[in-house]
């Protein structure tokens, strides 16, 4: 069993920067079809940000983020990182990672969720 922790979230100004982490522990992400992010902001539902998939690296974001966010791995720490640049009051919610299961094909494993808080 995985068990995954986030860290990194924070309090910004609107057009900064943050740099969350996801760290693996248990299993390597390489078990896992693809690892990615989402988010929830209060009363919303949670939705995704975007996922890589591990074994080749290609990308997918929610297009309310593309070209300011940058999801990327790191194999040989087995951490996979959400580089989010540009930040707007819109981007507050907690983030969490999360890895899929190549048997049930869904996002079955959930890191706890770092605050992300963008001010204006």
């Known amino acids: 069993q995985v068990r995954l922790v986030e860290s990194g979230g924070g309090l910004v100004q609107a057009g900064g920067s943050l740099s969350l982490s996801c760290a693996a522990s248990?299993?390597?992400?390489?078990?896992?079809?693809?690892v990615g992010w989402f988010r929830q902001a209060p009363g919303k539902e949670r939705e995704f940000v975007a996922a890589?998939?591990?074994?080749?690296?290609?990308?997918d974001y929610a297009d309310s983020v593309k070209g300011r966010f940058t999801i990327f791995r790191d194999n040989a720490k087995n951490t996979m990182y959400l580089q989010m640049n540009s930040l707007k009051p819109e981007d507050t919610a907690v983030y969490y990672c999360?890895?899929?299961?190549?048997?049930?094909?869904?996002?079955?494993?959930w890191g706890q969720g770092t605050q992300v808080t963008v001010s204006s």
């Open positions: 999360a890895a899929r299961s190549m048997i049930t094909g869904g996002y079955d494993y």
């Open positions: 248990g299993r390597t992400f390489n078990s896992y079809n693809r």
């Open positions: 890589v998939r591990w074994s080749s690296g290609s990308t």
